[in-house]
């Protein structure tokens, strides 16, 4: 093998450095999901379906839509839906342009759960990832993230927290 071509596996350092960032995302996320349950009674999949109604137009989506914009299988947000509607967060109605689908809507009851999570949630993120770094530490993060989901064919994170519309996503996303 040349010195010019890329190894075709990780070197010990590349291993480290990956050991290290998916133990500590772990164990970060954990965290941020234990506050997050412990303030609002919500899981990370009830604040994400939330979060996507939340930013919808008219606070509601197409369950097809809504799966892809999470990044979850249709199956997986059937079940979630349910018990979130048991709960009063979402109700699902018909989708008036295609009888097989259904469209998911943002109760009251759901904002409402939702706003009450928002403070203590951006908290927890503040306390727990935010104040570990500085100012330059943060901008060399966002960097790398920038590089990441370029290299994943993600779209780019938008300024101000929105997400990119699942109408405006890659495919492969």
């Known amino acids: 093998m040349t010195t010019s071509k890329r190894r075709r596996i990780p070197t010990r350092r590349e291993l480290d450095i990956w050991r290290?960032?998916?133990?500590?995302?772990?164990i970060l996320r954990n965290r941020v999901e234990t506050r997050l349950h412990r303030d609002s009674q919500l899981s990370?999949?009830?604040y994400r379906v939330l979060l996507a109604l939340s930013e919808a137009e008219?606070?509601?989506?197409?369950?097809?839509?809504l799966a892809a914009?999470?990044?979850?299988?249709?199956?997986?947000?059937?079940?979630?839906l349910g018990r979130m509607e048991k709960r009063g967060l979402v109700r699902r109605e018909p989708c008036a342009e295609d009888a097989?689908?259904?469209?998911?809507?943002?109760?009251?009851?759901?904002a409402r759960a939702f706003h009450a999570s928002t403070?203590?949630?951006?908290?927890?993120?503040?306390e727990i990832f935010v104040d570990a770094f500085t100012d330059e530490q943060l901008d060399v993060l966002g960097e790398a993230t920038?590089?990441?989901?370029?290299?994943?064919?993600l779209p780019p994170v938008v300024p101000g927290g929105k997400s990119p519309r699942p109408e405006n996503r890659t495919s492969e996303a």
């Open 20 to 26: 290290g960032h998916i133990e500590t995302y772990d």
């Open 44 to 46: 990370t999949g009830d």
């Open 58 to 65: 008219d606070h509601t989506l197409r369950s097809s839509t």
């Open 69 to 80: 914009h999470i990044e979850w299988e249709r199956s997986r947000l059937s079940g979630h």
């Open 100 to 110: 097989r689908g259904s469209q998911v809507v943002l109760t009251e009851e759901g």
């Open 119 to 126: 403070v203590p949630h951006l908290q927890a993120i503040k």
């Open 146 to 153: 920038t590089a990441l989901r370029a290299h994943l064919g």
